[in-house]
């Protein structure tokens, strides 16, 4: 088993690493078994956090609200993972959003890391489930807060663990990192029609142009406009 590594998991506004928002980070570095760094954020997105992501996490707008500056929170992340390999439950689901949000800001995030479900597929056959959810329970691991970003983080640390301690011999390559890949898609810009549409929904609301409105992605103008129309009506003629 390494003797270093970060262990972390990520809540999200959904499942399109290209489309949804990172809402909560939460990590943990472990250095011969034990912990020697944590990690926990929250994420203000620019998209409402759907209900259906509050009833499976409890993270709610008002919880999120006054969290720091994204760019900082990511820069703050990137360094606290510095070289060590990741270690996550599905872990390339995880690593795609890190990734688009690292690069987003400037920052580098090739890593090496290591797939507890991928291990769990392999070690378990015999397991109809292997969610982290699943197997905390096979290995009477206590999860205190499920769906949470540290605390699912937490709970796969220890379980990359177990498996570790009962598998590695055996398996030894189940247990090696492995380079993480991911491309981004290509972020097409906003479109002249979006600019003017949402100039004039703001305008109609009364509601401030932000100066960042005009670096949005056309996906993100697409979410932001249907954010206002949700929140405040569509244009009346």
């Known amino acids: 088993m390494i003797k270093t590594y970060v262990a972390f998991d990520l809540e999200t506004t959904g499942l399109s690493p290209e489309h949804d928002r990172i809402i909560e980070i939460g990590a943990l570095k472990v250095k011969d078994g034990k912990i020697i760094e944590r990690f926990s954020e929250f994420l203000k997105p620019d998209i409402p956090i759907p209900s259906m992501i509050t009833g ?18 990511i820069r703050d992340f990137v360094s606290f993972c510095g070289e060590e390999v990741l270690v996550g439950h599905n872990i390339l689901f995880d690593y795609k959003f890190s990734k688009i949000y690292a690069e987003k800001y400037g920052y580098s995030f090739e890593k090496q890391g290591i797939d507890t479900l991928q291990i769990a597929r392999k070690v378990h056959t015999n397991l109809e489930s292997k969610s982290l959810g699943a197997l905390c329970e096979y ?15 937490l709970a796969t640390a220890k379980l990359y663990q177990c498996m570790a301690h009962y598998f590695e011999a055996q398996e030894e390559n189940l247990f090696a990192p492995v ?20 100039r004039l929904l703001c305008k109609h ?9 005009q670096t949005l992605s056309r996906s993100e103008a697409s979410r932001k406009i249907d954010a206002i129309i949700s929140e405040y009506g569509k244009i009346q003629y």
């Open 56 to 73: 499976i996490t409890g993270i709610t707008n008002e919880m999120v609200a006054d969290a720091r500056a994204t760019e900082e929170i």
């Open 139 to 153: 290995y009477h691991i206590t999860n205190q807060a499920a769906h949470r970003a540290y605390h699912d983080a």
């Open 179 to 198: 380079q993480l890949s991911y491309k981004p898609k290509p972020v097409q810009s906003m479109t002249k029609k979006q600019v003017e549409y949402l």
């Open 205 to 213: 609301h009364h509601l401030c142009f932000q100066e960042g409105y």
